[in-house]
C-alpha cells in the first residue's frame, strides 16, 4: 500500500491531515506530507475524497470511483422520503430485473460500515420454488412452534431457556397460529408471495456484523421506495433460516455465517395515499452543574 501526494497540484490547505493525522502531517515545506513510516490504514478514502484538487494517489484504493458529490436533498425531501416508506406486502407477479436488483446493492453498498472491512453479503433469492419452500418450512416450523407455546410446561421450558426474550416475544403470540395455517393453505404470511427475497449475512464472529448489516438494510429500504419499489423486513425469515441446517443449504448460507436481517422486495399493487409522520422522541439529557 502506498499513499503519494503531488506536490505540484497541492493547495497546502491541510485538509488530509485534519481527516487522517495518522497516514498525514505538515511537511517541512508547508505542504501536507505522508507519515514515515505510514500508519495503519482502513481505506476509509477520506483523504482523496477530500483533497479538492485530486493531489492525493492511494494503492489500496485503486479501482473506486471518487465522484463530485451530487446536489443533496433538503431536510424537507429526506423526510417526504422517510414518511412515505411504509413495509409494503402486497406485490404484482412481476419479477425484478437484474438491473432493479443490482441498484438496490449498489445503495446498500454506501452504508456505515465498522472499520470499512466491506464485510457484508447478501443472498438474493428469485426463484419460485426456493422461495415457495422457505414460506412452507417456516410456516411448519412457526406452527409447530405454536403448537408448544400452547402447553404451560412447554411455554414454562421456553421461558427458562429464552427469558426475556420470550417476554419480548409474547405480543407476537397471537399471531403465530394463523400465520402458520394460512400459509399452509398458500396464503403465503411468511413472504407474502414476494418476488426476491434479500438475505443480509455477515460471519457469525464478526463484532460489527450485526450492525453493517442492519445499515445496509436500512438503505435498500430506502432506495426501494425511491425506486417505486415495496420492500419490508422479514423477522420470521431470518432465525429459522440460521438455525435450520437444510434451510442453510436451500440458500447457500456459508458454514461460518450468520444472516442478520432479510428483505423481501417487489412491485407494490397499490400506492399508499398517506404517510405517516411519527412522534420525534424526547432525548434523554445529561445535565452538568458547573
Avoid at 406485490?91 to 452504508?111: D, G, R, V, Y
Avoid at 472499520?115 to 419460485?128: A, S
Wanted: charged letters at 25%; hydrophobic letters at 40%.
Amino acid at each position: 500500500m502506498k499513499i503519494s501526494i503531488d506536490r505540484e497540484k497541492c493547495t497546502a490547505c491541510g485538509r488530509c491531515v485534519e481527516v487522517c493525522a495518522v497516514n498525514f502531517a505538515e511537511g517541512a515545506d508547508g505542504k501536507p506530507a505522508v507519515s514515515d513510516p505510514p500508519g495503519p490504514c482502513v481505506l476509509c478514502g477520506h483523504c482523496m475524497a477530500v483533497c479538492p484538487v485530486d493531489a492525493i494517489t492511494h494503492t489500496g484504493l485503486a479501482g473506486l470511483r471518487f465522484d463530485l458529490c451530487a446536489k443533496k436533498p433538503s431536510y424537507g425531501e429526506l423526510m417526504a422520503l422517510l414518511t412515505s416508506r411504509r413495509s409494503r406486502r402486497e406485490f404484482t407477479k412481476k419479477p425484478l430485473t437484474e438491473a432493479e436488483i443490482e441498484a438496490l446493492l449498489s445503495a446498500a453498498a454506501q452504508a456505515p460500515n465498522g472499520l470499512n472491512k466491506r464485510n457484508v453479503r447478501y443472498t438474493v433469492v428469485t426463484d419460485p420454488k426456493i422461495l415457495k419452500e422457505l414460506s412452507l418450512a417456516i410456516g411448519k416450523q412457526t406452527g409447530w412452534l405454536a403448537d408448544k407455546l400452547d402447553s404451560p410446561v412447554w411455554r414454562g421450558l421456553f421461558k427458562l431457556l429464552w427469558g426475556r426474550q420470550i417476554k419480548e416475544f409474547e405480543p407476537l403470540l397471537p399471531l403465530l397460529k394463523p400465520m402458520a395455517s394460512e400459509t399452509l393453505k398458500g396464503n403465503d404470511m411468511v413472504l407474502y408471495k414476494a418476488p426476491c427475497a434479500i438475505l443480509i449475512h455477515t460471519s457469525k464472529h464478526d463484532p460489527c456484523g450485526a450492525e453493517d448489516a442492519v445499515y445496509c438494510g436500512a438503505n435498500i429500504l430506502l432506495a426501494a421506495e425511491a425506486m417505486g419499489l415495496g420492500a419490508c423486513v422479514i423477522g420470521f425469515l431470518t432465525e429459522p433460516i440460521n438455525s435450520d441446517r437444510g434451510l442453510r443449504k436451500l440458500v447457500g448460507l456459508p458454514r461460518d455465517h450468520k444472516i442478520r436481517t432479510s428483505i423481501i422486495v417487489g412491485r407494490p399493487r397499490f400506492a399508499y395515499t398517506h404517510g405517516v409522520l411519527r412522534p420525534a422522541p424526547k432525548p434523554e439529557r445529561i445535565r452538568v452543574q458547573t
